[in-house]
């Protein structure tokens, strides 16, 4: 099982190795893509149970509220609680739908977490996410509801917890679960330098990473990354951005017309109170406006003295982050040579990777003014053959694309390249799909 634990929403594919089949899980009665996205938000009703809708209180960002303190057993409890939920829903969908394939099938499990990248050459943090998929599955194999004691009770005694024989827990990259299917089809050339630039797009963050991918004869698959950033610079922050950057503008407008025009200052007052209401939380399904000025309608902005539009201010953020400190940043590392960087094939992903503000990396990214070197040429996450996901095309695949990843795996080292250490220059990459081939290599 691929448990793919997003801020916004989670992701599982169940996968049989022996059929070489991978089943993606519906959670929700939607169409396409969508059906296959669970919010990341529990209800714990007024008894003290949980479960994944329904009435009661809402508790949402899930993992954000755990990444930002481990130590707090209520967060990390209630994200056991969660994936104990979302494990139980899967299982019961799998024994559903393929009723007759495992009617009397022993199935010997493994449970495949994802964890964030930037923390996946840490031992501690790993022990951390192999203790939450041992307490999540517990729970999970428990009669009844699952309670806000019973999960509390569950992670204070992590340590003696053993599910003995019935689980193998692995902890994942999710870096190195996301390119999996393109590392494993048949456009992988392992003759090739195979360094690549993946930018996962988020509702909070946008998480880049520039790495290198070996895969042996046996099929293991091993990563070092260059470098690595993680900001808050997602889909839900860009709207939050776009709303505080109204509110700070009307607000402005508002006490210059106080005096003056009480009758206009009121009527932005209502307009200040309706934007509070487009802070909609990180797990929000629908769609945010495609620019700043279509938040407001009838309302014309004229920027002044070089002043930036709350879009363009974020647009640098997300292209520095993004072109400097991750691709510029390898090159002033000595980890990569201008040639290596030049033309660097990249993959765009996430679900805010959909919205025109963060699809446009697409093309600023293929050229930098004044810096002829540093630019990335994008590539697409093609649909495994061997992924079973009715109504989702190949253009929604990256959504599930961790999950699949995360239920194939067999995953070697995950190591970070050292500060200043050289690296062997790379040859010119080619596109094997678009490059003619001598036959003597067919």
């Not at 949980?50 to 209630?78: Q, V």
């Not at 470098?227 to 889909?235: C, D, I, K, Y």
């Not at 930036?308 to 991750?326: E, H, N, T, W, Y």
Request: charged share 20%.
């Amino acid at each position: 099982m691929g448990l793919d634990f997003g801020t916004s929403s989670t992701k599982v594919v169940v996968a049989d190795r022996a059929m070489n089949a991978a089943y993606a899980v519906p959670f929700i009665d939607s169409v396409g893509v969508s059906s296959y996205l669970l919010p990341s938000a529990l209800v714990e009703s007024g008894d003290g149970m949980y479960a994944l809708s329904g009435e009661g209180e809402r508790h949402a960002d899930l993992k954000l509220a755990m990444l930002a303190r481990l130590d707090d057993s209520s967060s990390c409890a209630r994200v056991c609680a969660f994936l104990a939920l979302v494990i139980r829903s899967a299982r019961a969908w799998l024994f559903q739908a393929k009723r007759e394939q495992y009617l009397r099938a022993d199935i010997l499990w493994t449970l495949a977490l994802g964890q964030p990248a930037d923390h996946a050459a840490s031992a501690s943090f790993r022990r951390h996410y192999e203790q939450l998929a041992k307490v999540a599955w517990f729970l999970a194999g428990k009669a009844g509801a699952v309670g806000v004691s019973a999960a509390e009770a569950a992670w204070a005694r992590r340590e003696q917890l053993d599910v003995g024989d019935e689980l193998e827990v692995r902890p994942m990259a999710e870096l190195s679960a996301q390119v999996h299917g393109f590392v494993s089809s048949s456009h992988f050339d392992v003759r090739q330098p195979n360094i690549y630039l993946l930018v996962d797009v988020g509702a909070g963050t946008v998480d880049s990473s520039l790495f290198h991918v070996q895969k042996d004869r046996g099929g293991t698959v091993s990563f070092s990354f260059f470098t690595h950033t993680v900001e808050l610079l997602g889909a839900a922050n860009l709207n939050r951005r776009r709303v505080d950057w109204w509110l700070s503008q009307l607000g402005a407008a508002r006490e210059a017309l106080n005096a003056s025009n009480a009758n206009t200052a009121a009527r932005i007052l209502v307009l200040m109170d309706e934007l509070e209401r487009l802070r909609v939380p990180t797990e929000y399904r629908g769609r945010y406006p495609e620019h700043y000025s279509n938040y407001v309608k009838g309302v014309g902005v004229t920027l002044e003295g070089g002043a930036l539009s709350p879009d363009d201010q974020f647009r640098f953020q997300v292209r520095d982050q993004v072109a400097g400190r991750v691709l510029y940043g390898a090159w002033k590392q000595k980890l990569l040579t201008q040639d290596d960087v030049k033309d660097m094939p990249f993959f765009l992903c996430g679900g805010g990777a959909r919205h025109s503000f963060y699809a446009a990396l697409k093309t600023t990214l293929q050229k930098t003014p004044n810096c002829t070197w540093l630019s990335a040429k994008p590539r697409e996450l093609a649909l495994p053959t061997n992924m079973v996901a009715p109504g989702v095309s190949s253009a929604d695949y990256d959504r599930l694309s961790v999950a699949y990843g995360l239920s194939q795996l067999n995953l070697g080292a995950f190591e970070r390249v050292a500060a200043l250490k050289p690296v062997v220059t790379a040859e010119r990459q080619n596109d094997l799909t678009t490059s003619p081939v001598d036959k003597s290599v067919c």
